[in-house]
């Protein structure tokens, strides 16, 4: 089995959450990308956040939110992707960049929009009462 590992970013305001959609794509995906070869976690989502939104992630303020895997989307069967998510302070005004296509805050009525990754994590940040 083939594993992607990703790192992302929540980010939670008025009870949805940041999510963005590729060129091409047809479902949602919470900021974030691949690590660079022997990049930390941080890096990567200080990194990926900057390029795809233009926004810079305050890093004293990232905390763990957690590990989630489902089948990627969009991938052959038999991938999976393995999502380390943060929750981050940042400066600055979210902005399409690069690969993103368009930019949305969702709440949990839009879960069918978004990945199979993103529904699981959809689905603990509703039961945590973050997520309306």
């Known amino acids: 089995m083939k594993v992607i590992d990703k790192i992302a970013w929540i980010r939670i305001e008025n009870g949805a959450i940041l999510s963005t959609r590729s060129h091409g794509r047809d479902v949602y995906y919470l900021p974030g990308g691949k690590r660079e070869p022997g990049e930390s976690d941080l890096a990567t989502l200080v990194r990926e956040i900057d390029e795809e939104l233009r ?71 509703h039961d945590g009462g973050q997520l309306a």
């Open 55 to 125: 926004v810079e992630i305050v890093p004293e303020s990232v905390t763990p939110v957690g590990t989630f895997e489902a089948r990627a989307h969009g991938h052959a069967d038999g991938t999976t992707v393995r999502m380390t998510c943060y929750a981050a302070d940042y400066r600055g005004v979210p902005t399409v960049s690069n690969e993103i296509a368009e930019l949305a805050w969702l709440g949990y009525a839009d879960r069918h929009r978004v990945s199979p990754v993103d529904q699981i994590i959809f689905d603990r940040l």
